[in-house]
T-cell receptor, first 112, second 110 residues
Framework: DTEVTQTPKHLVMGMTNKKSLKCEQH?????MYWYKQKAKKPPELMFV???????INESVPSRFSPECPNSSLLNLHLHALQPEDSALYLC???????????FGPGTRLLVL | AQRVTQPEKLLSVFKGAPVELKCNYS??????LFWYVQYSRQRLQLLLR??SRESIKGFTADLNKGETSFHLKKPFAQEEDSAMYYCALRGVNYGQNFVFGPGTRLSVLP
């Protein structure tokens, strides 16, 4: 398996809902990332996990909560989101933080 | 601070014409530079990495530290090259994050 997979592909949620985004890779990569991409804008880094430990949090609001249960999985827990959080959420992984990042297809999130 | 600029939001060229997508960066040390491409309805994928010094799909890019540039070039554009291109930078120190430029949409006309 040489790809990063993300589920779900699309998600619609209300501002009071709790949902989770899931990212998986089986390439043995030890660094995993969450990015947020608004329409017609570049991806913006949110979180970096290195060897299953959170190493970078780019001042992301606490309504986004990342979790790395093991080296192959990365979750993003969502709670009390705002409409402006609607975006494409991209997951990426790399062998380690110094290596090339490989991206998943993204989850398109709509917050109503 | 790390910063990447791509001055052209949209670049249109005719098939067979040369193409150059500009990328400039600001960084106080020696960064790593990348070009990522996103074709319509496909995931973001790595095109080139400056340390590899390779040619992918006919594209090349040379890091010019004097001009702090990493322009992407192809001598003869093809219609299938139409896509969104992002230049990206990573600082070489641990903990330096990945910064993308704003992107250039390349449209190759028949």
């Amino acid at each position: 398996d040489t790809e990063v997979t993300q589920t779900p592909k699309h998600l619609v949620m209300g501002m009071t809902n709790k949902k989770s985004l899931k990212c998986e890779q089986h390439m043995g990569h030890r660094a995993m990332y969450w990015y947020k991409q608004k329409a017609k804008k570049p991806p913006e880094l949110m979180f970096v996990y290195s060897y299953e430990k959170l190493s970078i949090n780019e001042s992301v609001p606490s309504r986004f909560s990342p979790e790395c249960p093991n080296s192959s999985l990365l979750n993003l827990h969502l709670h009390a989101l705002q409409p402006e959080d609607s975006a494409l959420y991209l997951c990426a992984s790399s062998q380690d933080p110094s290596q090339t990042q490989y991206f998943g297809p993204g989850t398109r999130l709509l917050v109503l | 601070a790390q910063r990447v600029t791509q001055p052209e939001k949209l670049l249109s060229v005719f098939k067979g014409a040369p193409v150059e997508l500009k990328c400039n960066y600001s960084y106080s040390g020696s960064p790593e530079l990348f070009w990522y491409v996103q074709y319509s309805r496909q995931r973001l994928q790595l095109l080139l990495r400056h340390i590899s010094r390779e040619s992918i799909k006919g594209f090349t890019a040379d890091l010019n530290k004097g001009e702090t540039s990493f322009h992407l070039k192809k001598p003869f554009a093809q219609e299938e090259d139409s896509a969104m291109y992002y230049c990206a930078l990573r600082g070489v120190n641990y903990g330096q994050n990945f910064v993308f430029g704003p992107g250039t949409r390349l449209s190759v006309l028949p």
